[in-house]
């Protein structure tokens, strides 16, 4: 059974408005959630955490809020901009599993210029 | 990335034979981990390493097999290579803690 759940494929947006990618998660033991990017023949590429204890954290652009009694997380981009057409993997990790991240399927966002 | 180097990028071997990937770090991490990225799949992990000759399996572990001789090396061995095994496998390093980890650029398998 899937522990994190991407359930959109796919979402295109304007350049200039913002770009919202969700997440969901079922085990509750998780309290490590990270976004990562990923261009095609590249590798994931880290983009931007949040600890359990937060509800949300904010690094430039980017903004990923927690709600932890819904189990769900989001990353809102604004302004997107075309080079964050990218596919978008949410992933997952509890304290005591050695650092495993469980990911989700991935969205990939294309941002039409 | 910076730190860790995958071999080979890409590769196409037949059906039955044996396969090794290899994962080179130059950053001192304890832990490696492999996944592979399918479509409709994201990225499931095969196995990970949280120290030399300590290994243990993922979710997707049949018909692979890893080793780690030294801390700068992890390397992942298809014992007998099926079609099902096509796919996009990633290397990544970590510290074991909660904040993620870097990846390698990737080796594109191909099994014909």
């Known amino acids: 059974d899937q522990q994190v759940k991407q359930n959109s494929p796919s979402l295109s947006v304007q350049e200039g408005r913002i770009s919202i990618l969700n997440c969901d998660y079922t085990n509750s033991m998780f309290d490590y959630f990270l976004w990562y990017k990923k261009y095609p023949a590249e590798g994931p590429t880290f983009l931007i955490s949040?600890?359990?204890?937060?509800d949300k954290n904010e690094d430039g652009r980017f903004t990923v809020f927690l709600n932890k009694s819904a189990k769900h997380l989001s990353l809102h981009i604004v302004p997107s901009q075309p080079g964050d057409s990218a596919v978008y993997f949410c992933?997952?990790?509890?304290?005591?599993?050695?650092?495993?991240?469980?990911f989700g399927k991935g969205t990939k966002l294309s941002v039409k210029p | 990335d910076a730190g860790i180097t995958q071999s080979p990028r890409h590769k196409v071997t037949e059906t039955g034979t044996p396969v090794t990937l290899r994962c080179h770090q130059t950053e001192n991490h304890r832990y490696m981990y492999w996944y592979r990225q399918d479509p409709g799949h994201g990225l499931r992990l095969i196995h990970y390493?949280?120290?030399?000759?300590?290994?243990d399996k993922g979710e997707v572990s049949d018909g692979y097999s890893v080793s780690r001789s030294k801390t700068e090396d992890f390397l992942l061995t298809l014992e007998s290579a099926t079609s099902s095994q096509t796919s996009v496998y990633f290397c990544?390093?970590?510290?074991?803690?909660?904040?993620?980890?870097?990846f390698g650029s990737g080796t594109r398998l191909t099994v014909v």
């Open positions: 990544a390093i970590g510290s074991g803690s909660n904040y993620g980890y870097t």
């Open positions: 949040i600890s359990s204890i937060k």
């Open positions: 390493s949280y120290g030399v000759k300590d290994t």
């Open positions: 992933a997952a990790s509890a304290t005591g599993s050695q650092g495993n991240l469980i």
